[in-house]
């Protein structure tokens, strides 16, 4: 079987459930975790932007990755985050993954020294040389300061190891040109990460989505492939524009540029599926933010109700 025929659909990139003391939120992960597979959702992906893993402790990274894969049980793939500045900090999640039975890794371009293509070349042959488990490409230029370029993911992928991409640069046309330049290579898989982009990707060949709304309401993204997937066109426009309802009424309140992760765990917090707690340098909105946002969650949460029924 293709090592990468499992790969497909909705895998949410798994927020990352904290206490106040930004020590892992062991019983609202194990909730949450029932509540994505109960959704229908085709793998997780955790450690990614939206778990926050670049403010996460290694003690958390490491007790997140062995228990989301215990509670899961191999019922869906779970793919894991190891990007780090440090080469070898990367080497130490991906090593944890594969011990607790993860189903391949997920790595953006380290992203504080400045590099160019060829670094980033060097850096990810020598990672999949390094690492058990497939490993897929990050592309996350607004965070990394740096984006993978098409010609230089088609250079990684004739690397074994190298098994896809998520592109998370929400550029419609960096995707289609992904597309056009994998066209004759299906096993190579290409997912986006910006939801409100979703359907226009798909359409374009690509495998799936890494869509963050997953987290708190992954039966409309998981509707929305398994519709696109039957060739039902007026569904999937009609989710699509569900979803980016979603995206205007949660994802951009106040001025703040964490506006997205701000809104959608506060918005988990309201549906009981997470406390709503950061790690710093990101804190939750006020009590005051979160009450005007409240009010827009309940629009947004009967529309989806609506969406799903009809």
């Known amino acids: 079987m293709n090592q990468t025929a ?69 019922r869906v793939p779970v793919l894991v985050g190891v990007t780090d500045c440090s080469y070898v900090e990367s080497l130490d999640l991906a090593s944890i993954a594969q011990e607790s039975g993860a189903k391949a890794l997920v790595a953006a371009p380290p992203f ?28 996350m230029p607004s965070h990394t300061k740096i984006n993978i370029k098409v010609e230089t993911a088609v250079k990684l992928s004739a690397h074994p190891n190298i098994i896809g991409i998520k592109d998370s640069s ?38 799936g989505g890494v869509t963050g709304g997953g987290n708190l309401f ?10 696109f997937q039957n060739k039902e066109y007026d569904t999937v426009k009609k989710l699509q524009e569900t979803i980016l309802f979603l995206s205007k009424n949660l994802y951009q309140n106040g001025t703040y540029q964490s506006s997205y992760l701000k809104g959608l765990k506060a918005s988990m917090a309201f549906e009981g599926l997470c406390q709503g707690n950061f790690a710093p340098p990101l804190f939750p909105y006020s009590e005051a933010e979160k009450a ?15 969406s799903l029924i009809s």
């Open 292 to 306: 005007e946002l409240h009010e827009k969650f309940l629009k947004v949460k009967e529309r989806v109700q609506e």
């Open 6 to 74: 499992s790969f497909r659909g909705i895998f949410p990139p798994m927020i990352t459930p904290l206490n106040p003391d930004f020590s892992l939120d062991i019983a609202h992960t194990e909730i949450l975790i029932e509540h994505l597979i109960a959704g229908g959702v085709h793998g997780l992906f955790i450690l990614g932007t939206t778990g926050e893993f670049a403010g996460l402790s290694s003690d958390v990274k490491s007790d997140l990755i062995r228990l989301t894969c215990r509670q899961v049980k191999g």
């Open 218 to 227: 992954p039966k409309l993204y998981v509707s929305l492939y398994e519709a």
């Open 112 to 139: 504080y020294m400045n590099i160019g293509q060829e670094e980033l070349i060097y850096y990810y042959q020598k990672l999949a040389d390094s690492v058990e488990l497939p490993l897929f490409l990050y592309d």
């Open 170 to 207: 929400g550029n419609s046309e960096n995707f289609r040109a992904l597309c056009q330049a994998f066209k004759n290579q299906p096993e190579f898989k290409i997912f986006v990460g910006p939801e409100e982009i979703l359907a226009e990707t798909l359409e374009m060949g690509g495998h």
